[in-house]
């Protein structure tokens, strides 16, 4: 059994116009340290798949296995980095993650303890500078440092990241995709990550998972990324296997997977 | 009035700091693009003889000026029209100066005590306040929970909603009749018709904050697990808390307007029925002094809710 489990997962909202299903047996086997993406067209279910594995939205049929434990609400051992921060508005970057290490770990650790894992946490993402700051006071790059920080933090089992930097520019987002390498060679989390971002994909993830489009949307085609560590964008620019990829999913999304409305 | 309060319980909703901006010219800088640079020969003429550059210090100093010379003259406007209503309609109405000399004489000496009915203007506002602050805090201690409620829960916000909408515009005075045979007594009846009136936009405004909320903050509280309590103290009440000031500066602004109608009703000791008492004297000088002083004590009570905004609201500090 693998280490998370997403198992034959459908989703069926009710609308006014009858049964709306997004998402229709849904399979995914995660192993323990693996970096995956998601990647498919907007609208196609990417981030619900992330929802139900969060526990925020619940399978209508099939489930969650993490350690062959079923998932069937949120928490903390599945920390999401939301698309948006989400970090709370009213307390400073170093108390947005502070609140997260206290509910987590308010009873393991003393309280030195909590406040050094929180300022780790914040060095981690290169944030310690700005501790006393608010939301409001730092760029859409950094809030979202703060967010991965904030998920870190909880040590998580798996990490779930919704699109983290989908409304980055360029130049941020590739900056913030070095830092999660970074992290991510030095914690060898379990990642689970929503994109549309080709080269994102391929540059971070060990699987990439290509979703077809919805509604009754479901997985694919799973391609897995057979890069050395560490991975240099650079580099890699001129690889022919990573071009080869690129081209992969690239052929999945828009010949198989071509949006009618889009063309 | 109710049409203001319902305009004004929408917030502007505050834009996020771009990642990057593009660096704004201030008034009367130059903009020197790399090409302009780039140019083999100067230009004829010098670029600074086309547009002079204008000094900061003057740029401001125009700026005060502006701030004190237009308000100055519609306050003339103002005055104008007063002296002609004096001169042409009715003399009743005293001329500015005969005003101004009664101002000087009643802020002479604002806190004297002539007997239990005559009594220094300073007196009256303190009065007037006293009540305002009662049924102020009535207000807020009733219109936040009732809001915190209608905005969490779509039964009450359903079985709460037509009731406000009724009552919301009902004139204060309406309601003072109701609690003079409630309460049998003059003090606690207006401290009622504050109560009553100005509580509609603390409980809106709260109901509007609590239903603001980003789906987000309370998602990040489900993958936290925070309990119901923590939720409401960590993240409910933050997050509502501009829209919970907003409202009480609008009650506030209310509660000001209301109690000088409702003092001209019950009489006693307050700047409602000083005015009244002043128009039975025929004292028209002390009712426009009066006037000037309402609004100035109502524009102190506004920016100390300002104060508090500023203290309070994680948007503006």
Redesign the interface.
């Known amino acids: 059994m693998s280490y998370l489990n997403i198992s034959n997962v459908d989703v069926v909202f009710p609308t006014n116009n009858g049964a709306f299903i997004a998402l229709r047996e849904v399979h995914l086997e995660i192993e323990k340290g693996e970096f995956i993406a998601i990647i498919g067209h907007s609208g196609c279910g990417k981030s619900t798949v992330l929802n139900v594995v969060a526990g925020l939205l619940e399978a209508t049929r099939g489930g969650v296995l993490l350690e062959n434990k079923e998932v069937n609400s949120p928490g903390p051992d599945r920390a999401v980095v939301f698309q948006n921060h989400s970090l709370l508005p009213w307390l400073t970057v170093y108390e947005n993650v502070r609140i997260a290490v206290d509910k987590v770990f308010g009873k393991s650790k003393s309280k030195a303890e909590r406040h050094d894992w929180t300022l780790h946490n914040l060095r981690l993402v290169h944030m310690e500078h700005a501790l006393d700051q608010r939301p409001g006071e730092i760029s859409g790059g950094m809030k979202q440092r703060v967010g991965i920080a904030r998920a870190l933090a909880m040590q998580p089992k798996v990490l779930l990241m919704d699109e983290p930097f989908g409304a980055l520019d360029a130049l941020t987002r590739a900056h913030l995709q070095e830092s999660v390498m970074e992290i991510q060679a030095a914690l060898n989390n379990t990642v689970l990550m929503i994109t549309h971002d080709v080269d994102e994909a391929v540059l971070l993830s060990d699987r990439i998972v290509m979703m077809t489009n919805g509604p009754a949307a479901t997985v694919g085609e799973i391609l897995k990324v057979d890069l050395p560590r560490p991975r240099n964008r650079l580099e890699l620019a001129d690889d022919p296997t990573y071009n080869h990829y690129r081209a992969e999913v690239l052929r999945f999304l828009y010949e198989r997977q071509r949006r009618p409305e889009a063309a | 009035m109710s049409k203001v309060i319902a305009l004004a319980t929408v917030l502007p909703v505050?834009s996020?700091?771009?990642?990057?901006s593009l660096p704004v010219p201030l008034a009367g800088e130059r903009i020197v693009t790399p090409a302009a640079n780039a140019e083999r020969q100067p230009p004829a003429v010098p670029i600074q003889a086309l547009s002079p550059p204008v000094s900061r210090a003057r740029l401001r100093a125009a700026a005060i000026a502006r701030a004190i010379i237009l308000p100055g003259a519609v306050f003339l406007l103002v005055l104008v029209v007063w002296m002609l209503v004096n001169a042409k309609i009715t003399s009743d109405i005293p001329t500015p100066a005969a005003t101004w000399a009664r101002a000087v004489e009643i802020f002479g000496q604002p806190f004297y005590v002539a007997g239990p009915n005559d009594m220094g203007i300073g007196w009256q506002v303190l009065y007037s306040l006293g009540r305002v602050l009662a049924g102020f805090a009535l207000a807020v201690a009733v219109g936040i929970p009732v809001g915190f409620l209608m905005g969490a829960s779509r039964d009450v916000h359903q079985a709460c909603y037509p009731l406000v909408q009724i009552l919301r515009p009902v004139s204060p005075l309406a309601w003072l009749p109701i609690g003079l045979l409630v309460f049998q007594a003059k003090d606690p009846s207006a401290i009622f018709v504050i109560f009553i009136t100005s509580i509609w936009p603390v409980i809106v405004n709260t109901a509007a904050g609590v239903q603001a909320i980003?789906k987000?903050?309370l998602?990040?509280a489900?993958?936290?697990?925070?309990g119901k309590l923590e939720i409401t103290r960590?993240?409910l009440l933050?997050?509502t808390?501009p829209h919970i000031l907003t409202g009480m500066r609008l009650s506030l602004s209310v509660a000001w307007m209301v109690i000088v109608a409702a003092e001209m009703l019950t009489g006693g000791i307050g700047i409602g029925f000083y005015v009244w008492d002043e128009w039975n004297n025929l004292n028209v000088a002390s009712i426009i002094v009066a006037i000037g002083l309402i609004g100035l004590v109502g524009i102190v009570l506004e920016s100390l809710m300002n104060l508090a905004q500023r203290h309070f609201d994680?948007?503006r500090?």
């Not at chain 2, 996020?16 to 990057?20: F, Q």
């Not at chain 2, 489900?222 to 925070?226: A, G, T």
């Open positions: 505050k996020e700091r771009p990642e990057s980003p987000d903050y998602n990040v489900r993958v936290l697990r925070l960590r993240i933050p997050a808390l994680y948007n500090r």
